[in-house]
């Protein structure tokens, strides 16, 4: 074998007697450093290469692996095979027959594109290629060790190709010794094949290991949702395709296909939990929530609902290329896919569990729907009151304030939060105050009703004075809310509940940018972390007294990473020292200071509206964190005794 690339001298003396020290580097290398990033493990070989049969118009792939994939990973396919010429092309890096042009970058329709995967995992294996393009002509067969080519000859035809990946990372031990436990990496491949068979019902999968069967699905016939169903339910556990809820929904921004699980269905993980875009499986931690979020009075805390959802948007609104693996998307509007999803979702089960407080209250969550191309202009103060938790959509305060004038019919001072077992009631009693109160009309949602709804003085209750204020009428007189101690407040406990339960919601940067610290912030931040983490920052350190920021909560607008962390250092400081604060409290009064939005800044009716919605779903809703009043009231009482009515 050639001598380790590693050892490859990097300088070199120069005429002068000078030391060049930067050079190329040799292919080899560099295909071997990309297999770091694409070839992460056995199952990343698993999923590349099936994707390549996919590509090629597979109808049938068979999975053979020996030692959970370290010793052999063999995927054969009956797809549209390759000449000669093209075989060996495609092992080369960036050699890829499905792009050629930056254009054909911005529409990606097939899975792969980079052209590193063949060059990649033939750089860490034994490889072998065979494949051919009929039955009648030589089919072709090429090997290749670390990279180079140790054999080529023809073969007896086929039509398909088959790879086999022997020996993975074998000259690369360090790589090899980080590989898991065998049982971990069959997982890790089992998912992966699991979740592209669940994508291609019409292409048929097995999966053999060590001679044992583990998988085999034939390739589903009938027509596209009903092969879905008919798939899902032979390769998960989740019963007939009869019971799954059934999701069918497009506008011309968002199609949303799939299928739901009914609620007594759910389960304690995330196991079960699928989102594909544009036929790629994706991680979105955000739009997963989206999906939760709809199912929310319907299961109690910690249930994870079933679903498979199928989005189909325009290449041009998503970004596919972030990752090299591939399984992280971006979208030019991830708060309108949002919303969107949310609303879609809730529908679907609105309409099949025929419960009033899906079917009737629901769409109005569409109000959160933010299309970027048409939407009116936003304001820097016009996210806020949004926040990273979406507003919980419909609101008792619709049109009329009945939950105000519960609130201060001088019951209780402190709501708690619905219990499982009065969500039913609480359900209920949000239906009819909607079917009470003037409601938008159900159709109503997406842009034109949003700029309806931003117009002040639509519903005529809420008044906003000197951009400071918000008041509002209760049968019992009138209430003035501060904004910024109310918005604090709500705030707060969010920002509590994401320190307590580790769920705040993070949208991962295009870019991870890093952030250099004074040594002290830095020494802060750093015992900091896992509480960030938290919150939705996705940070680490980064040599120094840098760190590297890969996502920030779902809330944070691109660009402000820098001015938020170094804020909510500062604040924290400052309440260290001040209010001796310590810890979660501190880090959560902080960030709530830090995000609030000020006095001054103009409301529109429909964030006023969520301000206050927000507001009342607090433990507190009366006090800020530091215990000042978010608001005052003047009864009728009290006004008739100032103007002397009698
Ligand atoms: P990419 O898939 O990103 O184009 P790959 O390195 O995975 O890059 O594959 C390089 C090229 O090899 C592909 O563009 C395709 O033309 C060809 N190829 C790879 N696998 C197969 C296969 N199973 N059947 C037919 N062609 C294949
Ligand atoms: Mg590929």
Request: charged share 25%; with cysteine.
């Amino acid at each position: 074998m050639n001598a380790p690339v590693e050892q490859t001298d990097i300088s070199e003396t120069t005429e002068g007697g000078g030391v060049d020290r930067i050079r190329l580097m040799p292919l080899a290398l560099a295909n071997k450093i990309a297999a770091g990033e694409v070839v992460q493990r056995p199952a990343s070989a698993v999923k590349e290469l099936i994707e390549n049969a996919l590509d090629a118009g597979a109808t049938r792939i068979d999975v053979a692996l020996q030692h959970a994939g370290s010793t052999l990973i063999q995927i054969t396919d009956n797809g549209a095979g390759m000449s000669e010429s093209d075989a060996r092309m495609a092992v080369k890096r960036h050699a890829t027959s499905k792009i050629h042009s930056i254009e054909d970058l911005e529409c990606i329709m097939t899975l792969g594109f980079r052209g590193e995967a063949l060059a990649s995992i033939a750089s860490v294996s034994q490889f072998e290629m065979r494949t051919g393009m009929d039955d009648e002509h030589p089919a072709f067969l090429l090997r290749l060790e670390g990279g180079e080519e140790v054999d080529a000859h023809p073969a007896p035809p086929l039509k398909g190709t088959s790879v086999s990946v022997r020996n993975l990372y074998f000259n690369v031990p360090a790589r090899r010794n980080f590989l898991k436990r065998p049982q971990t990496e069959l997982k890790h491949i089992l998912d992966a094949v699991q979740v592209l068979s669940l994508a291609h019902p019409e292409v048929a999968f097995t999966i053999e290991h060590d001679g044992n069967m583990l998988l085999s699905v034939d390739a589903e016939a009938e027509d596209h949702t009903d092969a879905t169903a008919a798939r899902l339910s032979a390769v998960l556990p989740i019963g007939a395709p009869e019971n799954l809820i059934r999701v069918e929904e497009s506008t011309s921004y968002l199609a949303v296909n799939g299928f739901l699980g009914h609620p007594d269905m759910a389960r304690r993980t995330r196991g079960l939990q699928f989102l594909f875009v544009n036929g790629r499986w994706v991680k979105n931690r955000y739009l997963e929530h989206a999906v939760h979020a709809a199912y929310e009075y319907l299961l109690p805390e910690g249930a994870y609902p079933f679903f498979a959802l199928f989005l189909d948007i325009d290449s041009r609104h998503v970004d596919v290329n972030v990752h090299p693996t591939k399984s992280e998307v971006k979208f030019d509007d991830e708060r309108g896919v949002y919303g969107m999803l949310r609303a879609v979702v809730g529908k679907a089960l609105g309409t099949t569990l025929g419960s009033p407080d899906f079917s009737r209250a629901k769409p109005l969550s569409g109000l959160d729907l933010r299309f970027s191309p048409d939407s009116t202009p936003r304001t820097a103060s016009d996210e806020h009151p949004g926040r990273g938790l979406p507003s919980a959509g419909n609101s008792p305060l619709q049109g009329g304030n009945p939950g105000l004038d519960a609130l201060f019919s001088g019951a209780t001072e402190s709501r708690p939060l619905p219990s499982p077992d009065r969500v039913a009631d609480a359900s209920r009693s949000l239906y009819e105050a909607a079917q009470r109160t003037e409601t938008l009309p159900a159709g109503s949602v997406g842009p034109a009703a949003s700029k309806a709804a931003s117009g002040l003085g639509e519903e005529g209750l809420l008044w906003q004075l000197h951009d400071t204020y918000i008041l509002t009428q209760i049968l019992s007189g009138l209430v003035i809310i501060d904004q910024q101690m109310a918005h604090e407040r709500i705030l707060y406990e969010q920002a509590k509940a994401c320190l307590k339960d580790g769920f705040g919601l993070s949208q991962q940067l295009l870019f991870p940018r890093t952030i250099e610290f004074s040594a002290s912030e830095y020494v802060l931040l750093e015992g900091l972390m896992p509480d960030l983490a938290k919150l939705g920052f996705d940070i680490e350190p980064f040599g120094g007294n840098s760190v590297i920021v890969r996502g920030v909560p779902a809330d944070i607008s691109a660009g402000d990473e820098r001015s938020v962390l170094d804020e909510i250092v500062d604040q924290y400081r400052a309440f260290e020292r001040v209010e001796r604060l310590n810890g979660r409290q501190n880090l959560a009064r902080s960030v709530a200071r830090r995000g609030a939005v000020r006095a001054g800044i103009p409301l529109s009716a429909r964030e006023m509206r969520s301000l206050i919605d927000q507001l009342f779903q607090c433990d507190s809703p009366y006090v800020s964190p530091d215990g000042r009043p978010t608001m005052i009231r003047m009864s009728g009482n009290e006004l008739r005794e100032r103007f002397d009515r009698k």
